[in-house]
């Protein structure tokens, strides 16, 4: 197999599902050496009454390898077992894959032309140039998906110590925020406030200011509509020369600086005490430091939960199932052997036919009374649970990161709790309140976490909750 460096798909149409982007090209997928340098059609050389060893001849190159035995059946069986294709089309490699070459459309139609036959092909329409392009196409696009992959991993790998220095900086610069805002919440606050009533106060000045001198202009120009601006680079600029464009400005920002200035009236109370509640929970978090530093813990057991998740997809990914099929040297019949027969679903034992499924234990009693007879590895096939086991995969990193989350919030929430209800905060504040706390959380209160994180987990699916979490 090493100087069979190219891959040829047997049936380029099926890449038009459009699971393609997640599963791939589903069809018989075989290493060549080198990709067909002419359209041919093993079937339809056969309808034609050619040779059937001429035509084994010529689409052997494009075969799965098979033993001799195997290969000796007709054309028609090789095919319909999917060992050789039906028909491929003149090739070119790019990036070891052997991809359809450019082909000269008809003159008078392009999509619809007809590029195989459907009585070449053993199917039941014909292969038109449209379907090629469409499959193509759709192929191009999951081997976009899975290049963009392997750079996002690749840029990890190079840049992660950048990321690890980012996390630790956002970290420290939260603390000391933190901590300031049991001094600055207030002022903070305030200067929010005042910072967007001035940004969206002279925004609305400066419109209405373009606007009052736009429309006591007199060059026609801004008198026109958007409809009626020609498509040019300057484009942007003749859309700024619109006194519709400044009226739409002026009228949008008045509406939202009106909005703003009404809920600050209304909510004004609820401020004061947002900015209360603030001063008093830097206060708790200034006298229990301990609980800046405990977040850490939960986000790394929740990166913990992530990796293995990743682990686990990626050894599903790989899960596969060895298939076996019988083959006989030199043609031998072995159906004498009462040992070469098995039976299926109940009904009376059946002698190993050529290309049956086998399996090497079951097949090791015949193989020992008809030496000829082999139960060959062919290839591995998806596992029938492949799919259940990706979505309890899934179904387990939402339970196992919402679970963390929960434990997290429980903990600090026994933390503060003793605080709040601490009359004598200098003196009588516990020594160890945060362990206290994961004590209790650990003992009394887990499996309320693991019950409430697993109905979370379950709601996170839109189709199961209608969107609500």
């Known amino acids: 197999m090493v100087d069979r460096r190219a891959l040829l798909m047997f049936d380029l149409t099926q890449c038009l599902n459009p699971a393609v982007l997640v599963t791939g090209c589903l069809t018989t997928h075989v290493c060549v050496k080198e990709c067909p340098t002419e359209n041919y059609s093993p079937l339809g050389a ?14 052997k190159p494009y075969c799965r390898p098979v033993s001799d035995e195997q290969f000796k059946q007709g054309v028609k069986t090789l095919v319909d077992k999917e060992i050789c294709p039906p028909w491929y089309l003149k090739s070119t490699e790019i990036l070891g894959r052997c991809f359809p070459a450019s082909m000269q459309a008809a003159e008078n139609n392009t999509n619809e032309e007809v590029i ?80 967007v009533f001035l940004g969206i106060g002279s925004l609305l000045g400066y419109c209405g200011y373009r606007l009052y001198f736009v429309w006591l202009s007199t060059d026609p120009e801004t008198h026109k509509n958007i409809f009626q601006l020609n498509w040019t680079p300057e484009i942007v600029d003749d859309f700024l020369k619109q006194r519709d464009t400044w009226m739409a400005f002026t009228i949008l920002l008045g509406i939202v600086f009106l909005v703003i200035v009404l809920l600050f009236l209304f909510l004004r109370q609820r401020i004061l005490l947002a ?15 301990s609980s800046l530093f405990f977040p850490i813990i939960p986000f790394l057991l929740q990166l913990v939960v992530v990796g293995w998740f990743l682990v686990v997809a990626l ?9 076996y099929r019988v083959s006989f040297k030199n043609n031998r019949d072995c159906s004498d052997f009462e040992a ?20 090497p234990q079951e097949f090791e009693p015949c193989k020992t009374v008809c030496p000829e007879a082999m139960c060959q590895f062919v290839k591995y096939t998806k ?77 996170s699916d839109d189709q199961n909750c209608s969107g609500v979490h």
């Open 340 to 359: 070469c027969s098995r039976t299926v679903n109940d009904s009376i034992p059946q002698a190993y036919q050529s290309n049956d499924t086998c399996t």
């Open 116 to 195: 195989v036959r459907k009585v070449d092909t053993g199917g039941d329409h014909d292969i038109t140039k449209g379907e090629i392009a469409g499959s193509l196409y759709r192929f191009s696009a999951f081997l976009n998906v899975r290049q963009f992959g392997e750079r996002v991993f690749s840029d990890l790998r190079e840049t992660y110590w950048m990321i690890g220095l980012a996390l630790i900086g956002a970290c420290i610069v939260s603390f000391i925020w933190i901590v300031l805002m049991r001094f600055l919440a207030s002022f903070m606050v305030w200067v929010s406030i005042l910072t």
């Open 275 to 289: 900015i209360a509640l603030i001063e008093q929970g830097s206060k708790a978090v200034g006298q229990m430091f």
């Open 315 to 323: 050894y599903l990914s790989s899960w596969g199932e060895q298939e």
């Open 46 to 59: 056969l309808r034609l009454g050619i040779n059937e060893d001429i035509i084994k001849k010529k689409m």
């Open 383 to 459: 596992n029938k649970d492949y799919s259940w086991m990706q979505f309890v995969n899934v179904f387990g990193l939402y339970w196992g990161v919402f679970f963390f989350s929960a434990f997290a919030e429980i903990v600090l929430a026994g933390v503060f709790s003793q605080w709040y209800w601490t009359f004598n905060k200098k003196t009588d504040l516990p020594d160890c309140s945060l362990g206290t706390a994961m004590w209790n959380a650990t003992v009394f209160h887990l499996g309320t976490i693991a019950f409430g994180s697993l109905l979370i987990a379950y709601c």
